[in-house]
């Protein structure tokens, strides 16, 4: 149920949990939004596709200079000393104000709608709409926006943030990342501590697929790859040059075992448009492909000790992809093609 208990990890970035005044108010909000039809989007047959940047331009024209001021920064705007435009946490507000209120108008509100749903595949949407749902009362509640740089001027950047969410749209502006930065997805299904097979959950597929792939190690194998302590999830800085990897060497596995982490992989970036998905491609080519990677599964936090490994890392020079199922999921990535590429956790 929504608002969610008090969790350490998941009000990093807040003060407090949302109020129940807030809830109310901001589902009320939605609610009256839900009616309305988003003549963005290209569910029809027939209909044209927008790119998400291009709606981000289009939302940029749109806002008043009062708007601009609370929600538009310049590319470089700094937070506590770093660059607010590649912070990453598990729940956060980038600004203060919220879709369920009444500082965006309802057309602001339909293109900040096709703007999300935009940087994923179509057939999820439904999904994310049921995380959404889930994790912050729906979509078009919590979720709080920013943009950096000027739309259509060079170098610009989307961010939106909510409970289990980071999400990018910058259009390429940001060199040697993908997804323009690090993101956050996760979801609490069907309560706050899951039960092991993770009931509704829309990513635990993710990690049952990984699984899949302990299962197909021997002995030795699984020496390397199970570690007994998992890191801190938001640790998903690159490590220095000769720094080791925990887990088992992707590299180093069978020529069937390899193809599974392929698959994996595809899993991972199942959700996200295309875009994303040959941005992520291209900054593991970089690095030297998925071969370069480390994967390993941790024993701590295992729902249910079933052996079935809730948390495990998929990582390299520069990637990391840190999945979290206890009590739910929490999935911190970082993806460059450049290791010096640096972030902000909060």
């Not at 946490?89 to 500082?103: K, M, P, S, V």
């Not at 950096?148 to 961010?159: I, R, T």
């Not at 199922?325 to 093609?337: D, K, M």
Request: glycine share 8%; with cysteine.
């Amino acid at each position: 149920m929504y608002p969610p208990p008090h969790c350490p990890d998941c009000d990093v970035g807040l003060s407090s949990p949302l109020s129940r005044r807030q809830f109310v108010r901001t589902v009320g909000a939605a609610a009256s939004a839900a009616s309305l039809t988003p003549a963005l989007y290209a569910d029809q047959p027939g209909a044209k596709t927008k790119q998400p940047e291009s709606l981000v331009k289009t939302l940029y024209d749109s806002l008043s200079t009062e708007q601009r001021a609370s929600v538009c920064f310049e590319w470089d705007h700094l937070r506590d000393g770093a660059p607010l435009r590649s912070l990453v946490q598990a729940n956060w507000h980038i600004t203060d104000e919220l879709l369920g209120g009444d500082f965006f108008k309802s057309d602001q509100k339909e293109l900040i709608e096709a703007i999300f749903f935009g940087l994923y595949q179509p057939d999820w949407k439904d999904r994310i709409k049921k995380q959404q749902q889930d994790d912050a009362g729906g979509f078009g509640t919590d979720q709080s926006i920013a943009i950096f740089g000027k739309p259509g001027s060079g170098k610009f950047e989307f961010v939106m943030t909510s409970r289990h969410l980071t999400i990018r749209c910058d259009g390429d502006s940001n060199d040697h990342v993908a997804f323009g930065g690090p993101i956050f997805y996760g979801h609490a299904a069907s309560s706050f501590t899951e039960a092991a097979d993770h009931p509704g959950n829309v990513f635990w597929f993710q990690a049952q697929l990984a699984n899949k792939l302990y299962e197909m190690l021997d002995g030795r194998q699984r020496k390397l790859a199970l570690v007994r302590e998992a890191p801190r999830e938001s640790n998903v800085h690159f490590r220095r040059e000769g720094e080791a990897f925990p887990g088992i060497r992707v590299g180093d596995l069978t020529r069937d075992q390899q193809e599974h982490v392929q698959k994996v992989l595809a899993a991972l970036i199942e959700p996200y448009r295309t875009t994303d998905r040959d941005e992520v491609a291209l900054c593991l080519k970089t690095q030297g492909g998925l071969e370069k990677c480390n994967i390993a599964f941790y024993q701590s936090g295992d729902t249910g000790e079933d052996g079935v490994w809730d948390i495990w890392r998929l990582e390299g020079p520069a990637f990391v992809w840190h999945f979290r199922g206890s009590p739910h999921v929490h999935t911190w990535v970082n993806v460059a093609s450049d290791p010096s590429v640096k972030i902000s956790t909060g």
